[in-house]
């Protein structure tokens, strides 16, 4: 059994989507970033740098004592590597998922997660700071356009957990001002994940 310290936004949802997928039994443990849960002492000893999502594992890959992690690209990447799903065995796809999985989390969730702050949560408008992100956002988007228009999943032709990764993110995209019709390759490719089954049982949990 995984426990699984959730809360409902792009980074807690990576790993629900992943453990729907496979079919792993978890138990969510609502972390309430709003109230500050994720600072509690108990939080702290699973997820040291206060942030959601964090998983205990307590039947563990190596059959050792309980094991937590926390990072959701350390998280996707460990559970791909337990069950040998959702990360190809070939090696050159999989090197490419891991390319894009990294790209996820060094770049498209960090940056769009500063679109969020600056245009839905900033207590003040400032407007050189708006203008970074949305500008940081749409160049990502190009990106991953450009990635989509050769390939039906980011890593090559299997959806993998780069895709988890970033569906999430770019999920928001009403968010981040940006029109998904300047980018057809990522609308496609947002529809087809929409439909999977663990998608549409994570998004109307
Ligand atoms: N690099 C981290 C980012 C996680 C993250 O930013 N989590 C946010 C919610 S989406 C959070 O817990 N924020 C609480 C805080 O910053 O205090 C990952 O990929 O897991």
Request: glycine share 6%.
């Amino acid at each position: 059994m995984i426990d699984l310290y959730y809360a409902p936004t792009p980074n807690g949802h990576k790993i629900a989507l992943f453990l729907e997928e496979v079919g792993l039994p978890y138990t969510i443990y609502p972390i309430d970033i709003s109230a500050n849960e994720q600072f509690t002492p108990e939080f702290l000893a699973i997820s040291p740098n206060n942030k959601i999502p964090a998983i205990v594992d307590h039947q563990p890959a190596d059959g050792g004592e309980p094991l937590s992690l926390f990072e959701s690209g350390a998280i996707l990447l460990y559970l791909a590597e337990k069950t040998g799903k959702l990360l190809s065995q070939n090696e050159r796809e999989r090197i490419r998922q891991l390319q894009w999985l990294f790209w996820q989390v060094g770049g498209f969730g960090p940056m769009l997660g500063q679109n969020h702050h600056f245009n839905r949560y900033a207590p003040e408008v400032v407007p050189y700071a708006i203008n970074r992100y949305v500008t940081e956002t749409q160049r990502l988007y190009k990106v991953l356009n450009t990635q989509l228009e050769k390939t039906p999943f980011l890593g090559g032709n299997e959806y993998s957990i780069a895709d988890i990764a970033t569906y999430p993110w770019a999920h928001s995209y009403e968010y981040q001002k940006i029109n998904l019709q300047d980018y057809p390759a990522v609308e496609k490719w947002l529809e087809k994940i929409s439909q999977r089954p663990a998608t549409q049982a994570v998004y109307n949990k």
